[in-house]
């Protein structure tokens, strides 16, 4: 009876270090996601920028990937895009890695991917310029906000004109002194825009009386074509000073 007792006694004694052991791993558990968590917080807190380069590198990894998953799954693309936000990426999925013209330009995936961006810079990106920009704004506002695409100057000039080509934006417009005004939506186009747009590729802005001197056109014609161009988003004026901007023309600064 001693012995059976005293197994009795061992088995509830195990039985109680088993339970304490899963108290204390528990316990550990806890603590440990505790700590994660602390140290997660102060890693978003103090290297914001280390976390986005993590997530950039998953979201490379997952584009890779899951090619053909992402072309089925709409939730998976919205998970994708509020991911490249938080990590600082612009353009389209796919495009998070190295970006390299390929031999053959025409290679069609490329060449969309090109061509899909370009509209993304123009219709999100550029919209306050009104849609439109110059050639030689674009190319640069490009190069200095997509360093992971390899691509020359002549290949986003032929995507462009591919667009233009297949109608998916409108014609270029000769602003001459060899630049060109893109559009990324219909704008009006009548003599008097493109007389002031020639004009303001010259000069940091414009004027009423800038454009009576330069132009020969009377006070009230002046302020009205600069009033529309302002409306549509094509310049903005300084109410205090009377000048107006043109974003899309004047050389861009962009904030490193």
Request: zero cysteines; proline letters at 3%; aromatic letters at 8%.
């Amino acid at each position: 009876m001693g012995k059976r007792k005293g197994k009795k006694e061992t088995e509830d004694e195990k039985k109680e270090v088993r339970e304490i052991s899963d108290e204390d791993f528990r316990s550990s558990l806890s603590q440990a996601y505790k700590a994660f968590d602390t140290d997660l917080v102060s890693t978003q807190e103090k290297d914001k920028q280390k976390r986005k380069e993590i997530l950039k590198e998953g979201i490379i990894k997952v584009e890779k990937d899951s090619k053909k998953l992402l072309k089925s799954s709409k939730l998976l693309v919205n998970k994708i895009m509020q991911l490249r936000e938080q990590a600082g990426l612009t353009g389209s999925i796919g495009t998070a890695g190295k970006m390299k013209t390929p031999v053959l330009f025409g290679s069609k995936g490329f060449e969309q991917k090109l061509r899909q961006e370009i509209l993304i810079i123009g219709n999100e990106e550029l919209e306050e310029f009104g849609g439109a920009i110059t050639l030689g704004n674009f190319i640069d506002y490009f190069k200095e906000t997509r360093p992971n695409w390899e691509v020359s100057p002549s290949h986003i000039i032929r995507a462009i004109r591919s667009l233009q080509k297949d109608k998916v934006i409108p014609p270029e417009i000769d602003l001459g002194n060899d630049e060109v005004l893109i559009r990324f939506k219909p704008l009006e186009t009548s003599s008097d825009f493109r007389a002031v747009l020639q004009l303001a590729t010259g000069l940091e802005f414009l004027t009423r009386d800038i454009l009576v001197s330069h132009l020969g056109w009377s006070s009230e014609r002046a302020v009205d074509t600069l009033s529309k161009m302002a409306e549509i988003g094509l310049a903005v004026e300084d109410e205090e000073t009377g000048q107006y901007y043109f974003p899309g023309i004047f050389k861009l600064k962009l904030s490193k």
